[in-house]
T-cell receptor
Framework: GEDVEQSLFLSVREGDSSVINCTYTDSSSTYLYWYKQEPGAGLQLLTYIFSNMDMKQDQRLTVLLNKKDKHLSLRIADTQTGDSAIYFCAESIEWSGKLIFGQGTTLQVKP | DTGVSQDPRHKITKRGQNVTFRCDPISEHNRLYWYRQTLGQGPEFLTYFQNEAQLEKSRLLSDRFSAERPKGSFSTLEIQRTEQGDSAMYLC?????????FGPGTRLTVT
């Protein structure tokens, strides 16, 4: 079946690194995504990784993928208060591209 | 601004009434998705269009829900005989390549 799980809450201090973790179950996933949602707003695509890759870096963001363990992580370097939001992990399912989302991780950044 | 617009942004309706939402995707994208998000949860897939063809519908989409994309451009989602359990944020996503860009959503409240 299709299932994506994330821890619910993470608190860090400004300037520290944040690591948000996600596990998924569907081995046929083609791409894995990270989205950011601020209060009252829609979802902002942050980055994504092809399932045959194991790492992708994009400025302050680093995505690590362990396909064997079906584990995905998002590292945010030098976390800022503006990074406070809910972060969603999602996997895309084969031909349709529909996304299966986790329940989201709330990131709290303390000054 | 992702370039995906949704209308209305908020809708309050009485139980039993019909409602219709509209999504305008990015013009060059041929895929369009509808998702539903309830408080504290990640978005859940509802249905998917490739051009004007509706190719997949979730089991979440009861007979009271219908979606159209008549000319392969904008899409509408109609809910007939609304119930309180339909209260949620309805999100539209525009798909191009490997990416999905979300609109701001329509928040439905059924009283």
């Amino acid at each position: 079946g299709e299932d994506v799980e994330q821890s619910l809450f993470l608190s860090v201090r400004e300037g520290d690194s944040s690591v948000i973790n996600c596990t998924y179950t569907d081995s046929s996933s083609t791409y894995l995504y990270w989205y950011k949602q601020e209060p009252g707003a829609g979802l902002q695509l942050l980055t994504y990784i092809f399932s045959n890759m194991d790492m992708k870096q994009d400025q302050r963001l680093t995505v690590l993928l362990n396909k064997k363990d079906k584990h995905l992580s998002l590292r945010i370097a030098d976390t800022q208060t503006g990074d406070s939001a809910i972060y969603f992990c999602a996997e895309s399912i084969e031909w349709s591209g529909k996304l299966i989302f986790g329940q989201g991780t709330t990131l709290q950044v303390k000054p | 601004d992702t370039g995906v617009s949704q209308d209305p942004r908020h809708k309050i309706t009485k139980r039993g009434q019909n409602v219709t939402f509209r999504c305008d995707p990015i013009s060059e994208h041929n895929r369009l998705y509808w998702y539903r998000q309830t408080l504290g949860q990640g978005p859940e897939f509802l249905t998917y269009f490739q051009n004007e063809a509706q190719l997949e519908k979730s089991r979440l989409l009861s007979d009271r829900f219908s979606a159209e994309r008549p000319k392969g451009s904008f899409s509408t989602l109609e809910i007939q005989r609304t119930e309180q359990g339909d209260s949620a944020m309805y999100l539209c996503a525009s798909g191009g390549g490997n990416e999905q860009y979300f609109g701001p959503g329509t928040r439905l409240t059924v009283t």
